[in-house]
Each structure stands twice: as C-alpha cells, then as structure tokens.
C-alpha cells in the first residue's frame, strides 16, 4: 500500500470515536454463549440492586461455564474491584489481557485495579494501554489526566483531559455508536448512527462519526457528501473540514484536498496541524519541496516532534533520496526513542541494514511496559526484518509472529468473511452476465490493472511498464472499490450484500457511464499525457467482473507469486492501512487460496481477459517476460523497459528501493529460512498450493 507523510493525519478533535456507557453495561463484541449471558445478566442485575454477593456468585459462575469468555472475566474482575479485592481483580483482569490483548477495557480494569493498589505508574502505563486500544473510555482518559499532572507530566495531562471532554460533550446514542465503531461492529454502528441523525436532524458531529464509518467501509463517495454537508451547516466547524479533507485525499481527489487544506489554514492561520495537513496534501499531488520546505519550518519551532522527522523521512524515500530519508528517520527515533514507525520506516526500506546498537535500543523499547500499541507492534515488525538480515531465524520470527498478533488482535479480521464474498463474485458473475452486457462499458483501453496480492511482484510490473514511453504508473486507486461499495447500496444489519448480485439489474448504459466516470476521475493522476496509465490496486482482483463490464477493452494482469513465499511476505509486512488478511499465518494463506480459486473463475468465464505473470519468471527470465506483457498490452518493445531500475519517479510502495536496483533475486526463497514454524500457512493452503 502507499505510504504517504503521516503527520497531522487524525482529527484536530482529541478523539474521532469516543464514547462507552458505564463499565457495568459492557459490549466485547465477543459471541457469548447464550447460557453465560444470562448469568451476565443477572450479574449487571445485581450490580444495579446494589448486591455484589449475589453479583460475585453469578459471575464466578458464568466464568466457571466459559472460563475464556472475555466478557465474564471482565465481570468478575470488576465485582471484585467493586468489593474492594484489588490483588483478586488484578489477577483477573491480567488473565484477560492475556487473553484478549487488543480489549481495551481489559487494559482500563487493570488499570483500576494498579491504581487502587497505589502502583500509579504502573496505572498510567495500563491507562495508556487502554486507550491506545480504543480511544473511547472516558475513564481512562479522566484517570490518565490526573496521574499525567501528578507526575508533572503537564502535556500529557491536558491532552487527556482534552480527550475527556471530548467524550463527555458527545451525547450517549453518539457514545454507544464510537464504542461500536471501536469494537469493529461497524454495520451496527451505522444503524444506531443513522436511528440517532433521523430523530436529531442534521447533528454535525453524527455525521461525521457516520462519514468516519463510511470511509472504513471504503464508501468515501458518502463520506464525503456527509462532510461536505456538514461544513455548509456549520461553516466554522474546523474538525469537520479536516475530516473533509482526509476523506477528499482517500478518494484520490488530491488538488480538491489540497485547496481545502489551504482554505482550512486561512480559517486559522496559526493553526500547525492545519498547515501540516496542507503539507501532506502538497506531498500527495508531487510538491515535494514545499511539503518539505512546510516540514523543516515547523521543525523549528517543533525540534521535538518526531512525525515531523518521519514525515520528511516519507517524502524523501517516495523521490528516491535514501540517504536522506535514513537521516530523518534516524532523527526521528532520536527525538523519541519508542517511536515504533521510524525503525519500521528503516526497515520498510529493505535495503537498510540495523547497527547493532539500534537493536538493542529497539529491543529495550519493545520491552517497556510503557510502550503504546503501535509503537510495540512497529518495533515488533522492524525487530523482525533486522534479526532476519542478520540470519537469525528464530528470534527474527518470533517478533514477526508477535508484531502480527498484536495487529490482529487491534483488527478482528476474519477471514470467513472474504470467503463468503469471493464465492458471491463467483455464483454471481457468470458467463450468462457477461453474454447478456457483451457491449456494455466505456469503449477507453487507457487502463492497465495490476492486480493480485500485495508483495508479489505488482511494483515491480508497474516500474517496467511505467519505464515505456506510451505508460504511466499511477498509484493504487480506490475507485473500482469505492465503486463496488455504491452498487453495494444501503442494507439492514446482518443482510446479505447486494453486489455483485445486483449487477444484472443494472443497464448497458449504467455500465457505461461508470466506466466514463472512472476514466474522469482518474484523469487527475495522469501528468505525462501518455495513452495509457497504470492502476495497481491489488484488491482488485476481486471485482475483475465489475472492470470488465465498465471498462471491455483494459488490459488486467495478475501479478503472481509462489503461494509460500507470497504469504510469507506479506506476514512480515506491516502495511500503512488495509491488507488486513495478512497479519496471520492462517490468514494470509486462506485469503492466497480463496485468491487462487477465484482467479481462476474469471479465467473460466472470460477467457484470454488476464494476463497471469509469475514473478518467479520474471526473475529469472526478465526479458522474455517484458516482450510478453508488452505484446499483451499491444506495446512496441523498448529497451528501457528491461532497464527499469534507471526510470526516475515517485514509486509510495513498500518496494520502493527494491524497484530502484536492478532485478531483485534474493527475496524469492527467503521464506524457506522459517520453514519451520509455516504449517500454519501449509494447511491454510492446502498441499498443492503448499507444494
């Protein structure tokens, strides 16, 4: 995925979801079975009648029927912090943390029961774990901001009392909706959303908790009408204009965000986050010397901010400035020695290579109770790429394994879910679909798609293609997903999708114009006037149906790789956003299967339509794979292409040194160093992709 600066990203608001009703009334988001949760029931009953006895026996009783049921040991920890047993609390709750390491509220009774215990600093380090978790737990917050000033700590302490009446301005529908939205129960979320702006009217900050929900749906069209609708209610609300803006740069739509940037800092001039998100902006359209220039200004009167280092660090890497991005990112880690993102941005690299004393210095890091989430599973991620440069397989795994869970953990990803969607692409996108619109589409073959999965060779595809004078790369647009989002439509909670279904209720000239739309709204992107652009955007493979039938005439080739060494890759990788199926060995290898499966669909009903280019191959036999893709997208060959590594442009990938050195042999059999620990990944698979 691209990695753009990152500085001045989130809202100017101190919490963009916030929110949770009193810790009695807790929601995990975890299927509880239904025996435990009526022992639960009469738990929270208890509670309300004032008689922890009776709450005690209930909860030790549904633990006791599920004892790894996260919301019942949450229950009997709280029933014995509320009867004054801290050290009994505490051994609950920790086993919940261990259990459920990305639970926050787990992380909150900890914390309460460390304070009760008079261990304060050891509660600010669980507080700080709590929120880290889910920014919504107004406890926690009005905890960390008294212990933060107690320590003298005096920033720290109004950015949480900041964040505390945040949460307490929202009203409680709005709270339940940010708990929703931090427990990843999105669909309910939205429903609660919507019933609470139906009965309130045109709530400013209703609609933006629901754009927020739009954009992790990837339905930034609504998003960004929702916003958009906001700032004409209420002019002055600068959180919504900056929400505004990000969902404006999600959409591709750079030079809008960047005159709504501007337009947000002449609203208040002094604002810094406001002129760094024009700065991100500017980086996102190609000023990387004023993005710069922006960065180094206010570096000098905010020497201490170490995004402000990572953010010239990102830009110097997208332009090929490797020395120059190792010194900001080395300054970066400098200014704050647990900042997770500078080591991964050294790592991510993949040319770089740790002294030892920055190891040791990430390994004490990772350590530190005091670590934030991120910044643990940032380390976790560059601890691996390091100890696996230095050949020391076990260790290297161990934190890849560990960086991973803990990212997992954060999204509850399930992998059953893409599986049911890949198997609707294929029951529904028949031959019978493509007979009946044969036609249908705007008739422009400007697009070339790359697709597939992430690590697999797609960078690499798009630098020898880009390198020809008739083609441009582009970036990894969201379009065709944004696009599959809005046929999707609006649906009930737990209803099942309507797209792909619905594409044969729709029109030859529906499809049409979505296909001219496409090519509109991608013109932005396209600087050197060639006839044809790249869009790499590997998801889209799963919507090949919805290209074709928009789109008859672009070109689609499958960047593939061997099933292991594709997985394997991606496990190591910590993407920017999205790619959520990697961060599992089980997953990563479901997703690579089910992949497989529905490529080979599309081969099935719209033969000839993909081009499949093995990574593997092109490694070994550059050339003859470059003549191949060439002829494929009807291109004269040109030497250029096969020296690829010399084309100079903006590449915002993960391979984005790699792309720059000639062919890149020594990464197709890394995987076999961790042979060992992969059955995982093997039985994911199944034998013959294993093999």
């Not at 301005?169 to 940010?178: K, R, W």
């Not at 944004?482 to 209803?495: M, P």
């Not at 794979?625 to 690829?644: S, T």
Request: charged share 25%; proline share 4%; aromatic share 8%.
């Amino acid at each position: 995925m691209s990695q753009t600066a990152t500085m001045a990203t989130k809202s100017p608001n101190p919490v963009s979801a916030a929110g949770s009703p009193a810790d009695t009334k807790v929601d995990t988001g975890i299927q509880t079975g239904a025996q435990t949760a009526a022992m639960l029931d009469k738990v929270r009953a208890a509670l309300q009648a004032g008689n922890l006895p009776e709450a005690e026996r209930h909860s030790r009783a549904a633990v006791e029927a599920a004892p790894d049921d996260h919301e019942a040991l949450f229950m009997l920890a709280a029933v014995q912090r509320y009867a004054r047993r801290p050290v009994e609390a505490l051994a609950t709750a920790t086993r919940l943390v261990e259990l459920a390491p990305g639970y926050g509220r787990a992380h909150q009774e900890r914390a309460h029961c460390l304070r009760m215990l008079g261990r304060a600093e050891d509660a600010r380090a669980a507080y700080r774990s709590a929120v880290d978790h889910n920014v919504g737990l107004l406890a926690s917050w009005q905890a960390l901001a008294v212990l933060e000033r107690a320590a003298g700590r005096a920033e720290a302490a109004v950015m949480a009392e900041r964040q505390a009446a945040y949460l307490q301005s929202l009203p409680d529908p709005l709270q339940a909706v940010v708990r929703l939205i931090q427990e990843n129960r999105l669909g309910k979320a939205e429903q609660q959303c919507r019933a609470f702006l139906q009965q309130n009217g045109h709530h400013t900050e209703g609609m933006r908790l629901l754009a927020e929900i739009g954009v992790k749906f990837n339905a930034f069209d609504d998003a960004e009408f929702l916003l958009e609708s906001a700032i004409v209610l209420e002019p002055e609300n600068v959180n919504a204009h900056f929400d505004y803006v990000n969902v404006l740069n999600k959409r591709q739509k750079h030079a809008a965000a960047r005159d709504q940037a501007r337009a947000l800092v002449d609203k208040a001039p002094d604002n810094a986050q406001f002129e760094l998100l024009y700065a991100n902006q500017a980086l996102a359209i190609g000023d990387f010397d004023e993005a710069v220039a922006i960065y180094e200004r206010h570096l000098t009167t905010m020497p201490g901010n170490p995004t402000l280092h990572l953010s010239i660090g990102h830009a110097q890497k997208t332009v090929g400035k490797q020395a120059d991005a190792i010194a900001a990112y080395r300054r970066a880690y400098g200014v704050r020695a647990d900042f997770g993102d500078a080591y991964w941005s050294l790592a991510n690299l993949k040319t770089y290579r740790f002294e030892a004393s920055e190891i040791d210095q990430m390994r004490v890091c990772e350590a530190a109770p005091s670590t934030a989430l991120a910044d643990r599973y940032h380390l976790c991620f560059a601890l691996g790429k390091a100890l696996e440069d230095r050949a020391d397989y076990a260790e290297s795994f161990a934190y890849y394994e560990r960086g991973n869970r803990l990212k997992r953990d954060e999204l509850g990803y399930d992998w059953r879910r893409i599986t049911a969607e890949m198997e609707r692409q294929k029951a529904h996108c028949d031959a019978d679909l493509f007979a009946r619109f044969a036609g249908s589409g705007a008739a422009a073959p400007d697009p070339i798609f790359i697709l597939g999965l992430p690590r697999a060779g797609s960078t690499l595809l798009e630098q020898i293609l880009s390198s020809h004078s008739q083609v441009e790369g582009t970036l990894e647009l969201p379009n065709i997903l944004a696009l599959s989002h809005r046929i999707d439509g609006r649906r009930r909670v737990g209803e099942e999708a309507n797209y792909p279904a619905n594409l044969r209720e729709l029109t030859p000239e529906d499809f049409t114009r979505f296909g001219e739309a496409y090519i509109a709204d991608t013109r932005i992107h396209r600087k050197r006037g060639t006839p044809f652009f790249i869009d790499k955007m590997p998801n889209n493979f799963r919507h090949i149906g919805l290209i074709h039938l928009i789109l008859p005439n672009a070109r689609i080739i499958d960047a593939r790789r061997g099933a292991m060494g594709c997985c394997f890759s991606g496990f190591k990788q910590l993407f920017a956003e999205g790619q959520e199926f990697t961060y599992g060995l089980e997953e990563v290898g479901h997703y690579y299967h089910d992949y497989v499966g529905l490529m080979d669909h599309w081969d099935r009903v719209l033969p000839g339509k993909v081009l499949r280019v093995q990574y593997e191959d092109v490694v070994s036999d550059l050339e003859t794979q470059v003549r191949r893709i060439l002829d494929f997208c009807g291109l004269g060959f040109e030497p250029g292409c096969l020296a690829f590594h010399k084309t100079e442009r903006a590449v915002r990938t993960a391979s984005s040194e790699q792309v720059r050195q000639p062919i890149y042999r020594s990464g197709v059999d890394q995987w076999e160093h961790f042979s060992r620990w992969l059955d995982p990944l093997r039985t994911a698979l199944g034998p013959d992709l294993a093999a």
